[in-house]
């Protein structure tokens, strides 16, 4: 039972353009998230956080987005770049060391 | 070193044999994590070092896997009798403390493939 989904598994976007990455989960006790990044044959890299106490957190380019009585979260990366291509994955825990992972989202950027 | 190094990079090994697998956290960091990621699957938490604290084994899927961290850095997974359902990417990742709010380092994997 998935209780971190990311439905989508890839997603393709124009250089410049918004990707709008989503994932829902299912736990109510979740209360931080992280997204990470991973590029091939490389380990996942750490993006961006949200805790429950806030609906958006925003880092140059990458901003998260929650929304608690939806159980959703999004990233959106504006505007997207041809590096940005890579898996992303949401990750939620209940305040704890112990993270659930989605399944990850493949983005492509064309130039 | 400056980042999470694990060891082998890629292992292929025959279904039965054991395999141990390494992780060098980054200097400093007290907790230890490992995780693994099955093809299309989510990473799948599998156990976690903290300091001297008694590791969360809570993750390990089964009997056949276990885990030690000698003298606080050094970590090394031991997967017995492999199966085939034990091929898999196994990703260790490091962090200053238990709470994470800034995220793990994670290193950059051990692929696992057992025939």
């Known amino acids: 039972d998935q209780q971190v989904k990311q439905n989508s598994p890839s997603l393709s976007v124009q250089e410049g353009r918004i990707s709008i990455l989503n994932c829902d989960y299912t736990?109510?006790?979740?209360?931080?998230f992280l997204w990470y990044k991973k590029y091939p044959a490389e380990g996942p890299t750490f993006l961006i956080s949200?805790?429950?106490?806030?609906d958006k957190n925003e880092d140059g380019r990458f901003t998260v987005f929650l929304n608690k009585s939806a159980k959703h979260l999004s990233l959106h990366i504006v505007p997207s770049q041809p590096g940005d291509s890579a898996v992303y994955f949401c990750?939620?825990?209940?305040?704890?060391?112990?993270?659930?992972f989605g399944t990850g989202t493949r983005l492509k950027v064309l130039a | 070193g400056a980042g999470v190094s694990q060891s082998p990079s890629n292992k292929v090994t025959e279904k039965g044999k054991d395999v141990e697998l390494r992780c060098d956290p980054i200097?400093?960091?007290?907790?230890l994590y490992w995780y693994r990621q099955s093809l299309g699957q989510g990473l799948e938490f599998l156990i976690y070092?903290?300091?001297?604290?008694?590791?969360?084994k809570s993750g390990l899927p089964s009997d056949r896997f276990s885990a030690e961290r000698t003298g606080g850095s050094v970590s090394t997974l031991t997967i017995q009798r492999t199966q085939q359902e034990d091929s898999a990417v196994y990703l260790c990742?490091?962090?200053?403390?238990?709470?994470?709010?800034?995220?793990?380092?994670f290193g950059s994997g051990t692929r696992l493939t057992v025939v």
């Open positions: 990742a490091s962090s200053l403390g238990s709470t994470i709010n800034y995220g793990y380092t």
């Open positions: 736990n109510s006790m979740f209360d931080y």
């Open positions: 949200i805790s429950s106490i806030k």
């Open positions: 990750a939620a825990s209940e305040g704890t060391y112990k993270y659930i």
């Open positions: 200097s400093g960091h007290t907790a």
């Open positions: 070092f903290q300091g001297n604290s008694a590791p969360d």
